[in-house]
């Protein structure tokens, strides 16, 4: 079977953000891109899904060339090659823009099944899985906690407001996978090496027949938020519970 | 720019609406001069579209429909908003940031063929629509200019705005027989769980106590029940522990979990991550317990201890059934 997992390259997240430029768009340059760690859950749902079937995952993503990098991690952990749509064009492109590209790429590659993270780390748009739903016109679970396949027959534990559901759902399907839906592997030393010559495929949203409008959103204005005022900080040596006490009948919770 | 109609839409939670869908009625009632309401039941619309009637909805498009209910997901929601939309031509629609909420956005988008904007906490309507979202775990404030075609759509956070009390009013209910394509009833939902905890609900507690990593162990949320239980209040996780399967996801608190404004936060063993501290920095105080005297939550807090949660976390408990006995 073929797996499409959608990945991203983000900046690091260790470092702190900024937003720059008349677009305000988040800082990339002299900022490393990684894989977006959200995504290391769906590459490991991918890949142990194409391991119990028979089969491959191929990464799929959208960004700056310089992030192919990023792409190398997931073909590290086991991706057989990546597909990256990168055009200048795309900066700063909006939610059902990036959508439109990745289900292009998507189309064009087939697939059996397309697993996404439920929201990417830096820009939490949180509603790409359901757009390539609707543009691939495949059923899609969203919120998945633990997944399963047998013969074509996906079965999905997903989270809901007020707990989980069971959903049932033939391929071909979209998941989106939760952070903690399994334990992603780590790169062997072997896999390390053998991603450098797997192969990246670039493309540009032309050569995938999107046709790239302006974009209809544009931050006006960012302003700073006052931080909060600086509280009292006590180290604890022993009178710590008391202190918390007076506090809270001081605000008179107690 | 002034706003005629807005479209709500509607979220059925356990029995009735969802929270957020009384909080943007109260919203668009401020801002538009029409507002409808438009919502997708397996049963009950009728209850539901006079309960949504009495929060500001003049008129609820109303689809009823008991397939519904085996439905996976809010998509099959998003073609009655795009029926809806064809009737009333709005110029904003507004979905809470709900699970059930995003599918709906998502798929609606592509059917309306209009991007959306989510993560809003607040929306201006001077001198143009723009809506506002923080960034940096809520340091710094984002107002977006939606321009282009209507409608806008829109994803808000919950609790970004008060919902009001039901009034008087009543809606006109206009049925949408839903046509749905083939692959959004080809999932369907085999079983259901529900991991609501007892007591007060995360989102109303006047208390909320949180644990994160520093608890060391799943049974030291025992520890959290014990003194919410006293303070009347609720527990509540960072992300990092609902995803290590301590705790379920109702517990979370933060960027993909709940938004809590109590009068006290407790944080025990949490470190003040973004992403746990733009769903909890609205709280009136916080106290933070914590190893590590350089973490973040250590910021926020109006009380800040640097210690070891569970030293102080039993001590506490001690000292506030002393107070209350």
Same mark, same amino acid.
């Given at each position: 079977m073929k797996v499409i997992v959608c990945v991203k390259q983000i900046p690091d997240p260790s470092v702190p953000g900024e937003l720059v430029g008349p677009a305000h768009? $988040? #800082?990339?340059? /002299?900022v490393t891109l990684v894989l977006d760690p959200g995504d290391e859950f769906g590459v490991e749902a991918g890949l142990a899904l194409a391991e119990s079937q028979g089969g491959e995952v191929v990464l799929v993503s959208m960004g700056p060339e310089r992030g192919a990098d990023a792409l190398r991690k997931g073909l590290a952990m086991g991706a057989a090659k990546g597909i990256l749509v990168s055009?200048? /064009? $795309? *900066? /700063? *492109?909006d939610a059902l823009t990036t959508a439109t590209v990745l289900a292009a790429a998507i189309r064009r590659e087939g697939f059996d099944c397309v697993i996404t993270a439920t929201e990417s780390t830096d820009g939490y748009s949180g509603v790409i899985p359901q757009m390539l739903a609707a543009l691939l016109e495949v059923p899609a679970v969203t919120f998945a906690k633990s997944i399963s396949l047998q013969d074509s027959t996906m079965r999905v534990k997903r989270q809901t407001e007020s707990g989980t559901e069971d959903a049932v759902v033939n391929l071909p399907c979209i998941v989106s996978v939760t952070a903690g839906v399994n334990e992603p592997r780590y790169p062997t030393l072997k896999g390390i090496l053998g991603a450098k010559s797997k192969p990246i495929e670039t493309c540009t949203a032309e050569s995938l027949g999107v046709a790239l409008t302006g974009s209809? #959103? #544009?931050?006006a204005d960012v302003t700073p938020i006052a931080a909060r005022g600086a509280g009292e900080i006590i180290t604890d040596d022993g009178s710590a519970a008391a202190k918390i006490v007076e506090f809270l009948t001081t605000v008179k919770v107690l | 720019m002034a706003l005629n109609t807005i479209l709500v839409v509607a979220e059925v939670h356990e029995s009735g609406l969802h929270p957020v869908t009384l909080e943007l009625l109260a919203k668009a009632r401020a801002m538009g001069t029409s507002v409808h309401a438009v919502l997708a039941a397996a049963s009950d619309g009728d209850t539901l579209a006079s309960e949504l009637g009495a929060h500001g909805a003049s008129r609820v498009y109303l689809a009823e429909n008991a397939e519904l209910g085996e439905c996976v997901g809010g998509f099959a929601t998003a073609f009655a908003v795009r029926d809806a939309v064809a009737q009333c031509s709005p110029d904003l629609v507004l979905f809470g940031q709900t699970y059930h909420g995003r599918d709906a956005a998502g798929c609606a988008s592509v059917l309306l063929q209009r991007t959306v904007v989510s993560n809003i906490v607040d929306l201006e309507s001077e001198p143009e629509l723009r809506a506002v979202s923080t960034v940096f775990g809520g340091t710094q404030r984002v107002a977006t200019a939606v321009t282009g075609p209507a409608p806008a759509l829109v994803v808000v956070r919950a609790k970004s705005f008060e919902s009001a009390e039901p009034g008087s009013g009543s809606a006109e209910v206009v049925r949408l027989s839903l046509d749905l394509p083939r692959w959004v009833k080809a999932g369907r939902v085999a079983g259901r769980a529900d991991e609501s905890a007892s007591g007060p609900k995360l989102e109303d507690a006047p208390v909320v106590v949180s644990g994160g990593r520093?608890?060391?162990?799943?049974?030291?949320?025992a520890l959290l029940q014990e003194l919410a239980a006293m303070l009347h209040g609720a527990v509540g996780a960072s992300r990092a522990v609902v995803d290590a399967g301590w705790?379920? &996801?109702? &517990?979370q608190v933060g960027q993909t979990g709940k938004t809590v404004k109590p009068t006290v936060y407790i944080a025990c063993g949490i470190s003040g991550a973004m992403q746990h501290t733009v769903g909890m920095k609205g709280s009136k105080y916080i106290i933070a317990i914590n190893k590590d005297e350089g973490a973040p939550i250590f910021k926020l807090a109006d009380l800040g201890v640097v210690g070891d949660a569970l030293d102080i976390l039993p001590k506490l408990i001690a000292e506030v059934r002393s107070r209350a006995n």
């Open positions: 768009t $988040l #800082q990339r340059e /002299g055009d200048p /064009g $795309l *900066a /700063g *492109a209809t #959103q #544009q931050v | 520093g608890l060391q162990d799943p049974k030291n949320f705790v379920p &996801y109702a &517990y």
